[in-house]
């Protein structure tokens, strides 16, 4: 079982809706990442997080520690949200980052 | 402050000869961590460094492959006669220490 899971692998959704993206992990963690890999490659981070809630415009990122669960929203989605958006988890015991395989997200128009 | 810069971003290398990826980290920062992300698959640690020290090189393979970050310059990874299978995306990120890690855009390497 990986350390860090995520649900769901693929995403298709109509513009406008609400989206949601779930990460799972299983280890003691320090930090949670959720970063963002559009087609070409690039990483772009969208938020770390060790505690509570952050919004940045139409992002949402939640995380619960005593759940070991963090969930990556996306109000009124756009077709340029299309991306795969990967969750990554700093963990405690050697520093390392590790990485969920990543939510393929498509918006359609 | 720029962000973590890779380059080249895109690097074509026939097999057998060697490819060197730069990845300079943002001003201030220290640490350096390499990643490898294979066609279809997610991203992999591969190694972690601080200036002029490796402290965790436990994902890379055991031959053919080495990062240094010096004093002075650009953290490098080497991969000395490439074959097709070390065909991938390798991205850097550096953090200042135990925080939150910025991503360079990646270098994609080809192997022909």
């Known amino acids: 079982k990986n350390e860090v899971e995520q649900s769901p692998q693929n995403l298709t959704a109509q513009e406008g809706e609400f989206i949601t993206i779930n990460c799972s992990y299983s280890v003691g963690i320090s930090a949670l990442h959720w970063l963002q890999q559009h087609p070409g490659g690039g990483i772009v981070s969208l938020f770390m997080?060790?505690?509570g809630k952050k919004k940045h415009g139409r992002l949402i990122a939640t995380i619960n520690i005593q759940e070991k669960h963090s969930s990556l929203h996306i109000t009124a989605s756009h077709p340029r949200d299309s991306a795969v958006y990967i969750c990554?988890?700093?963990?405690?015991?050697?520093?390392?980052?590790?990485f969920g395989k990543g939510t393929r997200l498509h918006i359609l128009p | 402050n720029a962000g973590v810069m890779q380059n080249p971003r895109h690097l074509v290398r026939r097999r057998g000869q060697e490819a060197r990826l730069r990845c300079s980290p943002m001003k201030g920062h220290s640490h350096v961590y390499w990643y490898r992300q294979l066609p279809e698959e997610g991203l992999k640690f591969m190694v972690y460094l601080q200036k002029e020290n490796i402290i965790d090189e436990s994902g890379m393979p055991k031959e053919r492959f080495s990062a240094e970050f010096p004093k002075e310059g650009p953290s490098i990874l080497r991969i000395q006669q490439v074959v097709r299978g070390d065909s991938a995306a390798y991205f850097c990120a550096s953090s200042p220490g135990r925080v939150e890690a910025f991503f360079g855009q990646g270098t994609r390497l080809t192997v022909v």
């Open positions: 990554a988890v700093r963990m405690n015991r050697d520093d390392k980052i590790i």
């Open positions: 997080l060790s505690s």
